[in-house]
């Protein structure tokens, strides 16, 4: 018995050709777009220009065409993008283990060099002493009031930087102690004198210092 074969020839054009005659196929029809090697299946209802193409050959899916289209998805900017990370760009990124790290290093606006120096703020009106001024020394010429708001665990440091004795005032609220002895309240702080207040939780600290009455 002869042997016949068969050749088949699905239905073909270029772009310009399927989008100028945007013909109906038949349902399962296969048009390839001899232009692109790209083709599109049809409904039977759908025209060339309302079809989306089958599939993307291999050959399109090239590193740039991936990142291109998750940027899409993920937004500009993101890690995703091989010149940022989340806005920054990478030599803006500093390495949290490893490598070397060189030039200035600043801090909430202070030089590491400055970083062992504990700030200082000057207090020389009536002052209450608020989240602001935990870790800094403050230079007191009045009296300073401690609120019961204080940050637990925080340190408050005073300085009296004057030649009369101010007071340290247990705010509204406030149990202020006076470390090494059970009394409790007001404290006086002689000229030049130096006092540390340790807030134990937000409504008791605890005062200690030279110059501390």
Not at 138 to 156: C, E, F, I
Request: aromatic share 4%.
């Amino acid at each position: 018995m002869a042997t016949t074969l068969l050749q088949i020839q699905l239905r073909g054009d270029t772009t310009v050709g399927w989008t100028s005659a945007d013909p109906v196929l038949l349902a399962g029809e296969v048009g390839i777009e001899l232009s692109t090697g790209k083709f599109k299946i049809g409904t039977g209802t759908l025209s060339w220009n309302n079809l989306s193409y089958a599939a993307a050959l291999p050959t399109e899916i090239t590193p740039a065409a991936l990142l291109t289209a998750l940027k899409t998805v993920d937004g500009a900017g993101s890690g995703l993008d091989a010149a940022l990370l989340e806005g920054k760009a990478l030599a803006d990124v500093v390495q949290v283990t490893g490598g070397t790290m060189t030039g200035a290093l600043v801090l909430n606006g202070l030089a590491s060099a400055d970083l062992q120096a504990m700030p200082k703020k000057q207090v020389d009106s009536l002052y209450t002493a608020t989240t602001l001024t935990v870790g800094k020394a403050m230079s007191a010429l009045v009296s300073v009031t401690v609120p019961s708001t204080l940050v637990v665990n925080a340190m408050y440091y005073i300085y009296n930087n004057s030649d009369v004795t101010i007071s340290i005032v247990q705010g509204t609220g406030l149990l202020l102690r006076l470390a090494g002895s059970t009394s409790t309240g007001n404290r006086q702080l002689l000229s030049r004198g130096l006092c540390v207040i340790w807030a134990v939780s937000a409504s008791e600290a605890v005062i200690a210092g030279a110059g501390v009455l």
